[in-house]
Every structure is written in C-alpha cells, then in structure tokens.
C-alpha cells in the first residue's frame, strides 16, 4: 500500500489556465470564447467556426458562419484571423424555387498581396435562362469580384462581402442584363498554394469538358436545323408537284 500511494505522489498534476479568444480587428476584437488548456501555445494555429450573427450583433447574419484561425498569442489572450465565410445550405435551398435558374460557380482568385482564395458564387434568377445567357451573368459576376479581390487584402474584402456591399453592386450590374433574384457570395476561403494549383487544374479540367460538350450540342443543333430545313423543302416542292397534277387534271 505504501508503494502505491509513493508512485501516486509522484504524478504531476498539470494546472490548466483560461485563455480569452478574441475576434479580428475588423470585428471589433471583442471577446467570443474561451479555452481552458495546459499552455496557452496549444491553441494556436486551429480554427474555430462561428455565426456571423455573433459577431455583427445582427439577425441578418443568421445564415452564415464565419471560420477563424486561432493565430496570434498575446498574454493568455488569443487574436485571431478570418480565413473562411460561408451561407448555411438551408438558407440557399429556400432561394431557389421552381421555373428559376440557378448559377453556380467555384474558382481560384489572388488578392492583392498574392493570397489564393477559394470562392463560390450563386446566382438566382426569377425565370429559367438558356446556357448562353447564364455564362454571360456568371462571367459579370466574375469580373465584379475580381475587381474588388485585387485592391486589398482579404480581411478587406471581407468587410466589403459582411457589408453587402459587393453583392449588392453586382446585383444592380447583372439586373441590368437579366432580372435576377439573389446574387450571392455562397462561400470562401483562403487555401495554400498547392491546394490552389490543384482546384485550377480541376477547374481547367472541367472548363474544357464544358466546352466539349457545347460543341457536340451545337453540332446536334445544326444537324437538326438541317434536317428540319430538307423537310420542309421536300413538303414544298411535294406540294408543287401536287398542284401541277391538279392543274393538269
């Protein structure tokens, strides 16, 4: 019995401290969380994902959750970084409704200081749309956002996308085009390099396949056409036989 309560003397307990989380500058840097760990070091370099609704103080906010990175260590109070931005899916499933169309689009865009950045974009029209018209709206919106990315770095163009600020513009432009809906920045992420490279390829991968099968439908298109167009001269010049026999008779 002695031994045993010797060898239970000897475990060190480990004290544990609370460690106050706190959002990005461009939130306010406000209290939202705590950690209770051994070191205040473990924490860093994981992510945490909350409401926006909670850092706004606004119910608009109530679809979308915001990704912060644990980043930066000050005292036993831990800064932290937006990564990430994304609208819940229920909220996109109620957008779109039936004889609407809607516009998906992901690919890879640079900041101005040479961040990659995942985005995924949605447009919502009020009436069904051919392709046609639907690849002109997303390229607009494209072009928008593109615009926007390089001015700043991302904690800027989050602000702006937070703001509304971005998709209301885009709204206005792309209304003028089509009547739509909803335009919408649906998510976005800051991603590595070879993560980059690798969705560009995929994403390059999948433009040619579009682009194949377009050509195949349009060529299918112009052989209908042209089948439609033997037809309807054959029936006219049936016609015309039939009207010189009848003449004749």
Request: with cysteine.
């Amino acid at each position: 019995m002695a031994k045993k309560d010797l060898k239970k003397s000897k475990i060190k307990i480990k004290k544990k401290i609370w460690c106050k989380i706190v959002a990005p500058k461009s939130f306010g840097s406000k209290e939202i969380g705590e950690s209770y760990v051994t070191k205040a070091e473990d924490t860093l370099n994981r992510n945490m994902t909350i409401s926006l609704r909670e850092l706004t103080c606004s119910m608009r906010d109530q679809n979308v959750k915001v990704k912060l990175l644990l980043s930066e260590l000050d005292g036993q109070q831990i800064k932290t970084k937006t990564v990430g931005y994304g609208v819940v899916a229920n909220f996109v499933k109620k957008l779109v409704r039936k004889r609407t169309s809607r516009l998906d689009d992901v690919y890879i865009l640079r900041t101005k200081d040479g961040q990659a950045v995942q985005l995924k974009t949605l447009i919502v029209t009020y009436n069904r749309i051919n392709r046609s018209m639907g690849l002109v709206l997303r390229s607009k919106l494209k072009a928008m956002i593109t615009e926007e990315l390089v001015k700043g770095n991302f904690d800027e163009f989050v602000s702006k996308v937070v703001g509304i600020k971005i998709q209301s513009a885009a709204k206005r432009a792309i209304n003028k085009m089509y009547p739509v809906k909803e335009v919408l920045i649906r998510g976005m992420e800051l991603v590595d390099e070879k993560k980059a490279e690798r969705l560009e390829k995929k994403s390059a991968n999948q433009i040619g396949e579009v682009k194949e099968r377009r050509k195949i439908e349009e060529f299918k298109d112009e052989m209908t056409a042209q089948k439609s167009e033997e037809t309807s001269e054959e029936d006219s010049s049936d016609s015309e036989e039939t009207g010189e026999k009848e003449n004749q008779e």
